[in-house]
T-cell receptor, first 115, second 116 residues
Framework: KNQVEQSPQSLIILEGKNCTLQ??????????LRWYKQDTGRGPVSLTI???SENTKSNGRYTATLDADTKQSSLHITASQLSDSASYIC??????????????WGLGTSLAVNP | NAGVTQTPKFRVLKTGQSMTLLCAQD?????MYWYRQDPGMGLRLIHY???????AKGEVPDGYNVSRLKKQNFLLGLESAAPSQTSVYFC???????????????FGPGTRLTVL
């Protein structure tokens, strides 16, 4: 069964600190992996998209890594800010062929950045 | 540019009532989508459209209908609302096939629907 699991479920950090969020997936065959940020009461916003051949991608203070062999991805947030408080969702795209042609959404990690 | 907009933002319905959610995008995107987001579940695709005049079923299409008469608009209809349709509904759009890498989906702000 295609699944995307994220950990931790929730996280509290102090402003200025770094943190790393984890995503494990069982989707196969696999096409690409995305990280989204969703503020409370808003729609998701794309942070990064990586294909199976990419190991890392950055977007400002956000850096995503991908290990397609172990089916793991991480999102590292550097020098956190209060505005980073949000849910971070890992999304995996199955291969375009056959029944795997869809996005599988994780449940997200809820991050709270405290002053 | 406004991006993706949705109306209404909130709505309360009684069981059996009908309503239409409107999604509009000003980015000239071909693909448009309707999702629902429920606690404890990832976003689930209801219906999508690959261009004006086309619609297709997603993962959870039962109880919903859609129409794409104009490229910029995508309507989601509930003919006879049920409590199980209480959810937050998101519309999204993308330039091309959302499954292809680098075809980013842009989401609207959501509609919170409660069915009593």
């Amino acid at each position: 069964k295609n699944q995307v699991e994220q950990s931790p479920q929730s996280l509290i950090i102090l402003e200025g600190k770094n943190c790393t969020l984890q995503c494990n997936y069982t989707v196969s065959p696999f096409s690409n992996l995305r990280w989204y940020k969703q503020d409370t009461g808003r729609g998701p916003v794309s942070l990064t998209i990586m294909t199976f051949s990419e190991n890392t991608k950055s977007n400002g203070r956000y850096t995503a890594t991908l290990d397609a062999d172990t089916k793991q991805s991480s999102l590292h947030i550097t020098a956190s800010q209060l505005s980073d408080s949000a849910s971070y969702i890992c999304v995996v795209s199955g291969d375009n062929a056959g029944n795997n042609r869809k996005l599988i959404w994780g449940l997200g990690t809820s991050l709270a950045v405290n002053p | 540019n406004a991006g993706v907009t949705q109306t209404p933002k909130f709505r309360v319905l009684k069981t059996g009532q009908s309503m239409t959610l409107l999604c509009a995008q000003d980015m000239n995107h071909e693909y448009m989508y309707w999702y629902r987001q429920d606690p404890g579940m990832g976003l689930r695709l209801i219906h999508y459209s690959v261009g004006e005049g086309t619609t297709a079923k997603g993962e959870v299409p039962d109880g919903y209908n859609v129409s794409r008469l104009k490229k910029q608009n995508f309507l989601l209809g509930l003919e006879s609302a049920a409590p199980s349709q209480t959810s937050v509904y998101f519309c999204a759009s993308s330039y091309m096939d959302y499954l292809q890498a680098y075809n980013e989906q842009f989401f609207g702000p959501g509609t919170r629907l409660t069915v009593l």
